[in-house]
């Protein structure tokens, strides 16, 4: 039975729009694409020496396991030229996995919902644009909630609006 699984994304090195399209394109293997967040343009979090970054959001019906997603995710960064160098730090794209249905997973190299989601308005923002209602399984609150809840520490701006696929 398939799930809905809600991804993250995010490019701060070279044609950042286009390598968020990219990569939302390349999704498509994981599944139907249901909706794609507009993009955003956002301050960096956590090492803040570098350029901007663009991010959005895409919710994928997908019958991948949650590990098997992980591995696409992976596969599509390493297509894309991600090299993984300093925490935080620079990269061509970065895919999270932000949620799974209403799983919770604790792995060594995958968590479910993404640990730091909840303290991040560039992943809430996107996010909430096309899964306002989905609820965080370990804080029992909506993506809306969190997003109003959250103080907000860094810039993140709507810079081009997101698509119905077809």
Same mark, same amino acid.
């Given at each position: #039975? ?13 044609d950042?729009? &286009?390598?968020?399209?990219? %990569?939302?394109?390349l999704? %498509? =293997? ?19 020496? =570098? ?7 895409? &919710?994928?019906? +997908? /019958?991948? +396991? ?7 995710? $992976? &596969? ?8 993984? +160098? ?9 895919? /999270?996995?932000?949620?799974?249905? /209403?799983?919770v997973?604790? =792995? ?7 640990? #730091? #989601? ?9 996010? %909430?644009?096309?899964?306002?209602d989905?609820? $965080?399984? /370990? ?5 809306a =909630?969190?997003l ?5 520490s ?13």
């Amino acid at each position: #039975m398939p799930t809905i699984a809600y991804i993250g994304v995010g490019s701060n090195r070279g044609d950042k729009k &286009a390598n968020c399209r990219q %990569a939302l394109g390349l999704l %498509a =293997q994981a599944g139907r694409i249901i909706a794609v967040s507009s993009l955003y343009c956002t301050e960096p979090v956590g090492y803040e020496e =570098q350029e901007d970054f663009i991010n959005a959001a895409a &919710a994928v019906e +997908t /019958d991948l +396991t949650p590990e098997k997603l992980l591995v696409l995710c $992976h &596969a599509i960064e390493d297509r894309l030229g991600r090299t993984r +160098t300093v925490r935080w730090g620079p990269r061509t794209i970065d895919l /999270d996995i932000l949620l799974y249905g /209403d799983r919770v997973v604790h =792995q060594p190299d995958l968590v479910i919902p993404h640990p #730091m #989601m909840a303290e991040r308005e560039f992943v809430l923002a996107p996010l %909430a644009e096309i899964a306002p209602d989905a609820v $965080h399984p /370990d804080l029992n609150r909506t993506v809306a =909630q969190l997003l109003r809840e959250l103080r907000h520490s860094h810039a993140v701006v709507k810079c081009e609006p997101g698509r119905t696929p077809s």
